[in-house]
C-alpha cells in the first residue's frame, strides 16, 4: 500500500550437507550457483561474484553473462542439493517486490550453505519443499502443488517457430512460408514482430503492409496447419483517435501515479500508457479485447506474444516502471513490480480461450516471468547475442526454467543481436532442437537469417535438425503430458521437466549420472565446464552433450553411469545398435550439422519416421518404437495419445496411456491409464519397432494381438548385424497397445 514508512523483510535460511543450490532464474550465471558474499573464483569465464543475486524483472540490453543481476523474470525458488546422500530440499519465498539473495557456504562444525534473503516490501511467506531421497523430482512436485501444474501445451507449440523483427509484410511472409516448403523444412509457426500493427497501435493491422490478414492465415493452415502469431505489448500508444486507449482510459484501466491521474511512459509506441494487470477489471478488459470485433481478423489459428512485460518503460528508472506508481487496491509498484508480467499473461491466456472457446488450449508467449508462469505460457529468455558463449548459455538458462516450472521455454536460436555465421546457426540449431521451445528470433538491424541463406551444407545440416525434431515429436508430446497430467495419484511414472539437469535421477542407470562433474560447487574449479553447463537430458532417456564451441571437428562425451550402464548413439552412421558403456569416453567426428544425442539402454523412445511439413500433417502418422536394451536385455517407456488441441485431457482425462516394457527378449503394449481419445479422433497405430542392443535373432520374430485370432503369428524383421540389433515391420495395422512381440 502506499506509505512513508518502508518496511523491508528479510531471513536466513541454512542448507546443512548441501552441496549445491540451484534456481533462481533468470540470469545468467551458472546451474550451480556461486558464493556471493565472499570473492570465489566459479569459472574460467567468470569473475568473482560478490554481489548479491538480484530478483527484479528488467529489460536489459545486450545483457551480458556470468553476471548476478536479474533479467526479464524472477522465480524465487531455491533447490539444495547434497551430492553425498542424493538429497534435495528446497524453498520458495513468494514476494513480488525487488529481492536480493545472498549465498555463503556454512562455517562451523557441519559444511552446508548459508543465504540470506531480502525483499524491499511485502510480508514473510515462505514454503520450506522438504523433498525426500529421490533428489529435485519431490522438491519440483511439491513446488507444482503450491503453484499449480504446467499447462499442456497445443502439438504445434512443440514444432519450431520462425520469427523476426519483422517480416516486412504479406508477400515477405508468404515468401518465408515458401522457402520452408521448397527446402524441405519442417515448421509451424510464423511470428510477425511489432512493424505489423498501425504504428504501435497493438490489436491492429498496417493495411498496407497486411492488407488481408486472414488470407495469410488461411495460406498458412492451407500449407500444414500452420498458424501466425502477433505480438501485443502491455503498452498502450496515448492516441485518443485509437480505441484501446480511449476505452482504458475511461474504464480507468491504467497504472496510475501518485496524484491519480494516469501514468505516461515511453516505449515502443511512443508516450504511453499501461494496463494495471493487478486490478480484476483491467484484466477482464484486456482478455475481452480477443475477439474479431476488438482485433480485426481474430481467429482460431492466431496467437499471441507479450514482450515489454517486465514492465519496459525506456524513460524509467533502469528502463522499467518507477516504484511510486500505483496500482489497483492502493499498492504501489514496488510491491508488486515482480508478478506484472504473470498478471499480463493471466489476462492473454484467458483471452485466447475466450477468443478461441472454452475448450481450446492457448497458446501465448511471454518474455517476463514469476513463480507460476507455466500455468499461463511459454517463455523464451529475452534478447541474447549471436555468439557460441551465449550459445552454451542457453544450457543454463533453459535449465533454470525448467527447475522453476516452466517447462515450455528456449531461447532465441541464432541470438537475436548480430550475425550468426553458417558455423554458429549449424550447431545452434543442433542443441536447440532438444530443448523444449524452439524458435528463431532476431533484430531488424541483423542480415536475414533463413536456413537457406547459410548455403546448402547449412541447410541440409539445419534440415537434418529439425526433422529430427519432429521425429520425436511423440516423445515431446508424452514428456509435456505427463508433465501437465501427471503427479502424485496419476498413472504417470515420470512427470517431471521435459529437459532436465544432469544430477537430475534417473531409474534406467541406478540414479544421478556419475563422473566428477555432477553439479556441485566444487567442480567449478577453473578447468573444464561442468558437466550440468554442457550437456542436459531430454525426459530420462535421451543425453544430449552438443558442441558448444568453434572450430570443434572431434567431439568427446563422457556417458553417464556406471560401466554398466548402456547408451546408444542415436545418429550412429554406422552402429546405432552398438552399446557404449557408462562412465567411458566416446569420441566421435563431430562436423557442423552432426547431432549429438544418446539414448539409454533401458528406454523405449516413442518416434515418428515419416518426414512431415509440420504437426499438423504428422498428427496422424503411425509410431516407430526405438527400444534400447540394457545389459539385462530389459527397457521400458511410455506414449501418451491426447488430440493435441483441447483441453480434454486435462479436463476429462481424454487421452490414452501406453507403457511399453521389454524383457526375456520380448515387448508388451499396455494401456495405463486415461480415459480414452473419444469420437473424432484417429487412433495411432505402430509400423515399426526396432531393437537396439539386442542378439542376432537366429529364429525369428512372432507377435501376439489381443482380439485377434490364431495366436501368435510371425512378422517381417531385418537384422542388422553388426549395427546391433533388429527392425521389424509391422505395417502400420498394429495398434499402439495391446499386443506383445517376441524374438529369438
Not at 519465498?93 to 525487488?98: F, G, H, M, S
Request: aromatic letters at 10%.
Amino acid at each position: 500500500m502506499v506509505s512513508s514508512v518502508m518496511e523491508a523483510v528479510a531471513a536466513d535460511i541454512s542448507f546443512p550437507g548441501a552441496t549445491s543450490l540451484h534456481g533462481l532464474p533468470g540470469r545468467t550465471l551458472p546451474l550451480s550457483l556461486p558464493i556471493t558474499v565472499t570473492p570465489a573464483l566459479v569459472g574460467p569465464a567468470v569473475a568473482a561474484v560478490t554481489e548479491p543475486l538480484r530478483l527484479y524483472n528488467l529489460d536489459v540490453f545486450e545483457y551480458e553473462l556470468d553476471k548476478p543481476l536479474g533479467l526479464y523474470g524472477a522465480i524465487p525458488l531455491l533447490y539444495a542439493r547434497s551430492a553425498a546422500t542424493g538429497r534435495s530440499v528446497g524453498v520458495l519465498w513468494l514476494n513480488a517486490a525487488e529481492t536480493f539473495v545472498d549465498i555463503a557456504d556454512a562455517g562451523g562444525a557441519v559444511a552446508g550453505k548459508d543465504t540470506h534473503w531480502v525483499s524491499e516490501s511485502g510480508t514473510v511467506e515462505l514454503f520450506l519443499l522438504p523433498g525426500s531421497d529421490r533428489g529435485p523430482a519431490d522438491v519440483y512436485e511439491q513446488y507444482l502443488g503450491l503453484t499449480g501444474r504446467p499447462a499442456l501445451p497445443p502439438a504445434f507449440a512443440l514444432g519450431k517457430h520462425q520469427c523476426r523483427w519483422n517480416y516486412r509484410d504479406d508477400a515477405d511472409a508468404r515468401s518465408v512460408n515458401a522457402g520452408f516448403e521448397r527446402h524441405g523444412l519442417p515448421y509451424d509457426v510464423l511470428w510477425l514482430d511489432i512493424e505489423h500493427t498501425d504504428g504501435k497501435r497493438y490489436f491492429t493491422w498496417d493495411t498496407d503492409k497486411f492488407p488481408d490478414p486472414s488470407g495469410l492465415m488461411d495460406h498458412l493452415a492451407a500449407h500444414g496447419g500452420r498458424q501466425l502469431v502477433t505480438i501485443i505489448d502491455p503498452h498502450i500508444k496515448r492516441d485518443d483517435g485509437f480505441s484501446l486507449h480511449t476505452d482504458a482510459t475511461a474504464g480507468g484501466h491504467y497504472v496510475k501515479n501518485a496524484d491519480g491521474g494516469d501514468f505516461d511512459g515511453w516505449c515502443w509506441a511512443g508516450a504511453s500508457s499501461y494496463i494495471d494487470y493487478l486490478a480484476p477489471a483491467a484484466r477482464e478488459f484486456w482478455a475481452s479485447r480477443f475477439c474479431p470485433a476488438k482485433y480485426p481478423h481474430f481467429g482460431p489459428t492466431l496467437h499471441t506474444w507479450v514482450d515489454m512485460n517486465e514492465p519496459s518503460v525506456f524513460n524509467g528508472p533502469e528502463g522499467t516502471m518507477p516504484k511510486h506508481a500505483v496500482h489497483a487496491g492502493g499498492w504501489e509498484h514496488r510491491d508488486v513490480h515482480n508478478v506484472y508480467g504473470i498478471q499480463s499473461m493471466a489476462a492473454t491466456a484467458d483471452g485466447l480461450v475466450r477468443g478461441h472457446g472454452p475448450t481450446e488450449r492457448p497458446f501465448a508467449l511471454s518474455r517476463s516471468y514469476f513463480a507460476g508462469s507455466h500455468r499461463h505460457s511459454a517463455v523464451w529468455t529475452g534478447d541474447n547475442t549471436a555468439s557460441f558463449p551465449h550459445l552454451a548459455s542457453t544450457v543454463r538458462m533453459v535449465l533454470g526454467l525448467q527447475l522453476g516450472g516452466v517447462s515450455l521455454s528456449g531461447a532465441d536460436v541464432g541470438g537475436f543481436f548480430h550475425n550468426p555465421d553458417a558455423e554458429l546457426m549449424g550447431r545452434w540449431y543442433a542443441a536447440a532442437v532438444y530443448q523444449p521451445f524452439l524458435r528463431n528470433h532476431a533484430h531488424m538491424d541483423t542480415a536475414r537469417r533463413e536456413p537457406w541463406l547459410f548455403g546448402d551444407a547449412t541447410t541440409d545440416a539445419v534440415r537434418r535438425a529439425l526433422r529430427e525434431r519432429y521425429a520425436l515429436l511423440p516423445y515431446w508430446r508424452t514428456l509435456f503430458a505427463a508433465n501437465a497430467l501427471g503427479g502424485g495419484g496419476t498413472p504417470f511414472a515420470d512427470a517431471g521437466p521435459p529437459m532436465r539437469p544432469v544430477w537430475w535421477p534417473r531409474a534406467v542407470d541406478g540414479g544421478p549420472t556419475a563422473g566428477a562433474a555432477a553439479g556441485s560447487n566444487a567442480s567449478l574449479d577453473g578447468g573444464a565446464p561442468a558437466e550440468e553447463e554442457v550437456a542436459w537430458f531430454v525426459g530420462r532417456c535421451l543425453y544430449v552433450p552438443p558442441v558448444l564451441e568453434a572450430g570443434v571437428t572431434a567431439a568427446t562425451t563422457v556417458l553417464p553411469g556406471p560401466p554398466s550402464a548402456r547408451w546408444f548413439d542415436t545418429h550412429s552412421p554406422a552402429t546405432p545398435g552398438a552399446p557404449i558403456a557408462g562412465g567411458t569416453a566416446h569420441t566421435v567426428d563431430a562436423p557442423v550439422g552432426r547431432l549429438l544425442a544418446y539414448a539409454a539402454g533401458g528406454c523405449v523412445v516413442p518416434r515418428s519416421a515419416r518426414a512431415r511439413r509440420s504437426t499438423a500433417a504428422g498428427a496422424a502418422d503411425p509410431l516407430t518404437l526405438a527400444v534400447y536394451l540394457d545389459a539385462a536385455g530389459g527397457a521400458a517407456g511410455e506414449w501418451v495419445a491426447e488430440d493435441g488441441k483441447t483441453t480434454a485431457a486435462a479436463t476429462a482425462g481424454a487421452y490414452t496411456l501406453v507403457r511399453y516394457a521389454a524383457g526375456g527378449g520380448a515387448l508388451t503394449a499396455t494401456v495405463a491409464g486415461g480415459q480414452g481419445l473419444g469420437g473424432g479422433v484417429d487412433p495411432v497405430g505402430v509400423e515399426r519397432v526396432v531393437v537396439y542392443g539386442a542378439p542376432r535373432v537366429a529364429e525369428g520374430v512372432w507377435m501376439t494381438v489381443e482380439g485377434e485370432g490364431g495366436g501368435e503369428r510371425p512378422v517381417p524383421h531385418t537384422d542388422l548385424g553388426d549395427a546391433g540389433g533388429v527392425v521389424v515391420k509391422l505395417g502400420g495395422g498394429v495398434p499402439a497397445a495391446g499386443w506383445k512381440l517376441r524374438w529369438a
